[in-house]
């Protein structure tokens, strides 16, 4: 008899602990797939305009949209254009072209990097990700550097 | 495991004397009788709540309360959020059955008299917490920003707007102005999701608490049976488990109402669009809003909309006052009258609520 | 003395032509005026009225029987003098309009030219302000008026052209009506086939009045003109429709047909759409081909630009220049052009590119294989995501996305369509590939969908069987415990 009742007990045990774990799980999984974001389609940019060379002046810089990241455009004191990254590689803040020091600074922890994106000062680890920039007529062109 | 939960449990009970609570919940009884049943229906408005507030906070994450992006993130949650259609279903579908859950609630509590001394403040919070209940619906059904949402909140607003003296003042306080625009959005989703829910949370732990102090009201006759003694029930567990054992059953419910019956969405709402065809209130207002629709428009000197609106405005009051004005049962004598007028005030709502959705 | 002189040689003239059965037996009018050597009873005297024995006072009034001046150009008698502006034209209505008048003299001619003409755009009041741009004297001349039918008449076929352009080619003239309106059309219309048959002596070939009509003329814009671009193939069709008329000229004559059944035709004829081309539009209106354009060959680029370019810088422009193909017509037609589906292009019967290339080893052949391939890929990737877009929509899932993606591949089409007339099959594969992307996108959110339908209905199974499992053990332990 108290075989029957244990069995029983365990049965009903199981039952519960089964059907309890199953159900928090059942609640639990929806709700951890709901709060992770889903994942937008992202458009596939090739490359982009960069606006009409003749509206850049020497030692000058504008930050342009790449798809959904910020691209740093300079031009140089002598002309040149480069394109990089303008994600600073520390902890993502945009950065900007100092005229007065001829380096990318950013502003949120006085990291430094030199034109071609190397980080020389500062807190960034890593250089920044250059691009590659080419002139159609008067049309500055931005693309993904393979 | 039973080690170390034992070890929790004592040193929270050396900070927080938990032993003195568990002696009284230990101690707490259900008395066993006919009407027994009802007493499952605070609990599961209860569970309706606590669902609404999780699932609220989950839609929280990706609703965005202007008028130019509510319609869309909803489509976003109904369509690319993994299991947003689902949450989304069961908030739409837990808010219908709170109100219906409440509904009976109040209403069984109202055919039990249970309202009686000394239990009249524990009534009196229960219908604020109804009304409050109602004004969760009508704030919420704004949200996804669709044609009929904002038809149902014009009209809606108007009819408030009737109110004497106070009217205008009322109207342009819910809209944010003289028209349901974005502000109106703005501010019913500030109702909906701050105000609404810090007022109901408060309200409702002093209803809990009265209940625990004053315990389960029983039914009038049972008070004067003194012969046989009362059967009861230890709360805990067994009441308890059986609530639980409910609430497991409606969460199921709900689950198949989601995924069969999914939330609509409709259309987005265009202020210069002319009303949808057939357009009416959600459930819980049709007895109201019918009604309204058979007063004439004038009665003597009185605004038909005027005359409805103190109508159901004396009889929310009424309503809230019954305690002080049922002496009878105050007194533990059993009162017929309540019971008659309590079943006119059912039959009324009910054939008032079908005649407005075949209308 | 010379009054009696003058009467006496009258009656003499007049016995010699009514001898000679000459009309106007009594026509004192003319015998006055004849000996007075006045132009207009020199030119009279050819002028059909005068053969038909109508007076002088047919149409100035008065009495033609009376000698005296005063009595003949009398005022009582209906004498008008000379009638001045629109009275010309009311005066020559007045018997040609009439029909009793006209079937009295045994002329078959239609009455209705006055109306005609008051109605037409050359009724209009002229700059002056009161008067009628054009008379009837204004072609048909005043005094010495003849049947159409005379070669000598200004209103016979080979004479039209010269008569109209009298104004029309007039510049400074035609500016004070219409500056829009050009005076090359004489110009343009001799070096046409019309116009050089013309010259040549040929009165059967289209002149103004055969297009543009004679009295009823209505300006091009005007839809009851016969030149109103949905009129014009009807117009030309009159002649070039006829058998006989054009057997002389060896041309076929079933123009008009086929070109009733090609899309220009359905498109002008049937939906009435003013863009599509009417006979001029390729042809020319008077010239031989529409202005800047070298020859009718090369006339569809002028509306499908983008394909004309694309043609020019492919493999075919050479090989058809050699050839002498006229380059749009060689594989779509000229005027039976039907709307070009996918069967034109490709390698079996019914594609145009086999009639060249038939060598199966040959890059042409390869090429046309090759882009029929893609092309049709197209089509059946877009059904095949159709067909799980409406399974997922059957069973109430949202594919609205789904289904608006897909619409970008009819995009897609049309620009392979055009990319064609490239005949490069690496150029054709770029355009395609994009309409693939795009169709196996709409495709994997339908199955999404599908599978998402299908999803939930087994996580409710589950949630369900769990939460039957769990209340069936509680209810099971809620039995056990009140058992006690």
Known sequence: ?146 | MKKHLSKTYKWLDDRLDLTSLSHFIEKKTVPIHRSSIWYYFGGVSLFFFIIQVCTGILLLFYYKGSADLAFESIQFIMSKVEFGWLIRSIHAWAANLFILSVFIHMFSVYFEKSYRRPRELTWISGVLLFFLTLFFGFSGYLLPWNKLAFFATKVGTDIAGNVPIIGEALKGFLRGGDDVTGATLSRFFGFHVALFPGIFTTILVIHLIMVQRQGMSEPIESDKETTVKNKTMPFFPNFMLRDMLLWLVVLNVLAILAVFFPAELGEKADAFASAPAGIKPEWYFLFMFQTLKYIPAKLFVFDGEILGILLFGLAGLLWLLVPFWDTKSSKGIRNRKMNYLGLAAVAFIIILTILGWVS | ?484
């Open chain 1, 1 to 146: 008899m108290n075989n029957n009742l244990q069995n029983r007990r365990s049965f009903i045990g199981s039952i519960l602990t089964i059907g309890l774990a199953g159900l928090g799980g059942s609640i639990l999984y929806p709700i951890f797939r709901y709060l992770v974001p889903p994942k937008q389609r992202e458009v596939e940019v090739s490359n982009v305009s960069g606006g009409k060379l003749k509206d850049m002046e020497n030692d000058s810089y504008k930050i342009v949209r790449f798809g959904n990241k910020p691209v740093i455009l300079i031009r140089t004191d002598k002309g040149e254009l480069k394109a990089l990254s303008a994600q600073c590689t520390h902890l993502d803040c945009t950065v900007q072209y100092k005229k007065s020091e001829g380096v990318i600074w950013c502003a949120c922890h006085n990291g430094k990097y030199d034109l071609n994106g190397r980080n020389i000062s500062g807190p960034p680890p890593r250089p920044l990700d250059p691009y590659n920039v080419k002139l159609k007529g008067d049309e500055i062109i931005i693309s993904r550097k393979v």
């Open chain 3, 1 to 484: 003395m010379k009054r009696i002189l003058s009467m006496i040689t009258a009656v003499f003239i007049f016995c010699i032509i009514s001898v000679n059965g000459a009309p106007a037996a009594e026509d004192k009018c003319y015998l006055c005026h004849s000996t007075m050597d006045d132009k207009e009873s020199k030119l009279f005297k050819d002028d059909i009225h005068f053969q038909k024995g109508i007076s002088c006072s047919g149409c100035h009034g008065g009495d033609n029987t009376a000698e005296d001046n005063d009595a003949a150009m009398n005022k009582q008698k209906g004498f008008i003098g000379v009638p001045k502006g629109n009275k010309i034209s009311e005066v020559c209505a007045k018997c040609h309009g009439n029909e009793k008048i006209m079937r009295g003299y045994g002329s078959k001619l239609p009455v209705n030219q006055y109306d005609n003409l008051v109605n037409s755009v050359h009724g209009k009041l002229a700059v002056e302000g009161s008067v009628r741009i054009v008379q009837c004297i204004t072609c048909h001349t005043a005094h010495g008026i003849k049947s159409v039918k005379n070669p000598l008449s200004p209103v016979y076929p080979l004479n039209i052209p010269q008569t109209c352009s009298k104004c029309h080619s007039d510049a400074g003239y035609m500016k004070t009506y219409n500056p829009s309106l050009a005076v090359d059309q004489y110009t343009m219309y001799k070096s046409s086939v019309h116009g050089k048959l013309n010259s040549s002596g040929d009165p059967k070939p289209a002149q103004c009045a055969s297009c543009h009509g004679s009295h009823d003329i209505k300006p091009v814009k005007d839809i009851r003109s016969k030149v109103y671009p949905v009129n014009i193939p009807g117009t030309c069709s009159n002649c070039h429709s006829d058998k006989e008329y054009m057997a002389q000229y060896k041309i076929p004559t079933d123009q008009f047909a086929k070109y009733s059944r090609s899309v220009h035709g359905i498109a002008l004829l049937e939906k009435n759409d003013p863009g599509a081309p009417a006979c001029n539009n390729c042809h020319g209106n008077h010239g031989a081909t529409p202005p800047g354009v070298e020859s009718i060959s090369k006339v569809c680029g002028t509306c499908h630009a983008l394909n004309a370019e694309l043609f020019s810088s492919s493999p075919h422009k050479k090989a058809f220049d050699e050839k002498n193909y006229p380059e749009c017509e060689t594989c779509h037609g000229n005027h039976e052009i039907v709307t070009a589906t996918n069967k034109l292009l490709g390698v079996d019967k019914d594609a145009v590119c086999i009639s060249c290339h038939t060598d199966p080893n040959s890059s042409g052949y390869k090429s046309a294989k090759l882009m029929r391939q893609l092309i049709d890929s197209l089509d059946n990737t877009k059904n095949a995501a159709m067909v799980l877009i409406n399974i997922a929509e059957q069973k109430g899932m949202d594919v609205t996305e789904a289904k608006f993606k897909l619409r970008d591949i009819n995009q897609i089409k049309l620009e392979a369509r055009t990319q064609v007339h490239s005949f490069d099959p690496s150029k054709f594969k770029d355009v395609v590939s994009k309409g693939l992307l795009i169709g196996s996108d709409a495709s994997a959110d339908a199955k999404g969908a599908i599978h998402e339908y299908s999803f939930r209905r087994v996580g409710l199974g589950v949630s369900v069987f769990l939460i039957c499992l769990l209340a069936f053990g509680l209810f099971l332990y809620i039995r056990r415990i009140e058992k006690k």
